[in-house]
Nanobody, 121 residues
Framework: QVQVEESGGGLVQSGGSLTLSCAAS????????MGWYRRPPWKPRELVAF???????VYADSARGRFTISRDDAKRTLSLQMNNLKPEDTAVYYC???????????????WGQGTQVTVSS
């Protein structure tokens, strides 16, 4: 069984910083793309950033220049360093990892339960 779990959310003032982490556990053969998504209040879930297996990254316009995504394949972790946070960054942040479990033949998306980030003005 594979699990993905986020941590690091919380309350921060506008202009502050937070780092989110996401760890995968279980019988994992390999991990393909990893990404962060968020769901602002009363809005649909949206992409924040993702990183592929060779380290290539894509950022949403709202995140570029302020957020940095990184992965550690040895630890099976994904991080999101968020700087200069704004009230509009308030959302539940979700981690998604494309994981192939041992004995498997394809990748499956695994989502974490989400972590709340609240930015006060």
């Amino acid at each position: 069984q594979v699990q993905v779990e986020e941590s690091g959310g919380g309350l921060v003032q506008s202009g502050g910083s937070l780092t989110l982490s996401c760890a995968a556990s279980g019988d994992i053969e390999s991990i393909n793309t990893m990404g962060w998504y968020r769901r602002p209040p009363w809005k649909p879930r949206e992409l924040v950033a993702f990183v592929n297996r060779i380290g290539g990254t894509v950022y949403a316009d709202s995140a570029r220049g302020r957020f940095t995504i990184s992965r550690d394949d040895a630890k099976r972790t994904l991080s999101l360093q968020m700087n200069n946070l704004k009230p509009e960054d308030t959302a539940v942040y979700y981690c998604k990892q494309e994981i192939m479990f041992k004995g498997g033949f394809s990748y499956t998306d695994y989502w974490g339960q989400g972590t709340q980030v609240t930015v006060s003005s």
